[in-house]
């Protein structure tokens, strides 16, 4: 598309936002400043570099045989960088501790270091990127039961707080390296497949577990401790020890991030409808944007109906600068690069919509009891141009604008990928 022809649709889409009060300059500056944290596990189905295996347990599957899959770091951040290339604005990595660079060597889970990370650091640091991490509590033989933090066998939960701890303090040099505060998530699959008759003592073993993860305090500068709960997992249908009301509690009383995964309640749950709840309690909140179809699993990122109100919960309440967005799906089917492309420009796309909202005039509405007009504008603001305004924040960010990005995927893919 032509640039002065998207700048022409661009004037006429800021005429008509203005006639509601709405700056579409400010709203693009404000986009321009929120970070997606981009998950590196897209890249090669959550398989990781510790071994040959791949991803196994923990209640996650990666689903399709699409070509191309990264098979190193090297092929991983070259696929990342493609994929950043097509994104507009500056975003983040989010990294499992799968994926350190060991030299060959084995180096069990409980002795990672930041030095098996350096090479991510470097990548992260020359692109002026933030990374987030996570701790690996799955695909590894003390995950095999089904059990990590809140397992009963101490030399077993031993070894999942000692890795626990070591990621944190990698983390901490992510945010010291990097100038930008690194969000450490626990996730653990931990639970059963059928009912237990002890429901309690997992959860006091787990609550153990954790204080012990986190007793050192690391500064919050440069590492943000978060917690995340699940409904269910594949071997954990009827009980997980984290639950959404566990990991609430723990997150209130211990002063740390609570995550919100899309994918993790009941498929009538949304995680938008709980923003503002938890924000009453907490200074900060962790989001794992996703899109589950009939259970948690973890489809590209769309812009529906729920990644818009994710997005205007975040906007209309200026939560902006204490919701870490992160991205959170792994789709094998389809070429692992546009899957990327399509989840974070779709997540970009939901917030944009949410800035360029009158919010300040709805709410008055809202506040006069003025429903009847309320109802009116929301419906009328949804064929507000909102598109020509996207167009030229991609054109003014120097990324592809409309599908121009997918001829770029496909020569990748030509290129590079299928010749893997």
């Known amino acids: 598309m032509a640039p002065d022809r998207i700048a022409r649709a661009y004037e006429l889409a800021k005429e008509r936002y203005a006639e509601l009060g709405v700056d579409t ?41 699409y070509p191309g899959k990264a098979r190193s770091a090297e092929e991983l951040r070259s696929d990342l960088d493609e994929a950043l290339r097509l994104i507009p604005g500056t975003h983040r990595l989010n990294l499992h501790s799968l994926y350190a660079e060991t030299g060959g060597k084995k180096v069990e889970r409980n002795e990672l270091g930041p030095e098996h990370f350096s ?42 707080i000692e890795h626990a701890v070591a990621c944190r303090k990698i983390g901490e040099a992510f945010g010291k390296a990097l100038r930008s505060a690194c969000v450490t998530n626990v996730w653990i699959p931990d639970g059963y497949k059928d009912s237990p008759i002890d429901r ?46 566990f990991y609430l509690g ?38 794992h944007v996703s899109r589950g179809v009939r259970w948690d699993s973890d489809h590209v990122v769309i812009l529906s109906d729920e990644l818009r109100a994710i997005a205007e919960e975040i906007v209309r309440h200026g939560y902006e600068d204490r919701v870490h967005i992160g991205l959170d799906f792994f ?20 917030l944009l919509i949410a800035l360029l909202e009158p919010t300040a005039k709805l709410k008055d509405l809202e506040a006069g009891g003025d429903f009847t007009s309320r109802l009116a504008l929301l419906e009328d603001q949804k064929t507000l141009p909102f598109g020509s305004v996207w167009d030229y924040y991609c054109q003014s960010q120097s990324a592809p604008v409309g599908e121009e990005w997918l001829s770029e995927v496909k020569r990748y893919e030509k290129d590079v990928l299928l010749k893997r």
């Not at 690996?136 to 077993?156: C, E, I, V």
């Not at 073993?205 to 709960?229: G, H, M, P, Q």
């Not at 609570?258 to 309640?265: Q, T, V």
């Open 119 to 160: 090479a991510w650091i470097d990548w992260a640091k020359s692109k002026g990127m933030g990374m987030d991490f996570n701790p690996s509590f799955f695909s590894h033989p003390l995950a095999d039961d089904g059990f990590t933090l809140a397992s009963r066998d101490k030399a077993t939960r031993k070894f999942w």
């Open 331 to 350: 789709d094998a089917s389809i070429n692992r690069v546009a899957a990327w492309v399509v989840g974070t420009r779709s997540m970009l796309k939901a």
């Open 25 to 65: 300059d400010s709203a693009m500056s404000r986009l321009s400043s929120i970070p997606i944290s981009l998950h590196c596990w897209q890249g090669d189905d959550v398989g990781g570099f510790e071994n040959d295996e791949g991803l196994t347990g923990g209640g996650i599957q990666a689903t399709g045989n």
């Open 200 to 245: 309690a003592a997992p959860r006091q073993i787990l609550t153990e577990s954790l204080d012990e993860v986190f007793r050192e305090k690391i500064d919050e500068r440069y590492n943000l401790d978060a917690v995340e709960s699940k409904l269910f997992g594949i071997g954990s249908e009827s009980y997980v020890v984290g639950s959404h009301e």
């Open 250 to 287: 723990y997150a209130i009383t211990r002063h740390k991030l609570y995550c919100l995964d899309a994918g993790h309640y009941h498929p009538t749950e949304m995680i938008s409808e709980k923003i503002t709840s938890v924000l009453l309690y907490l200074n900060q909140l962790l989001l």
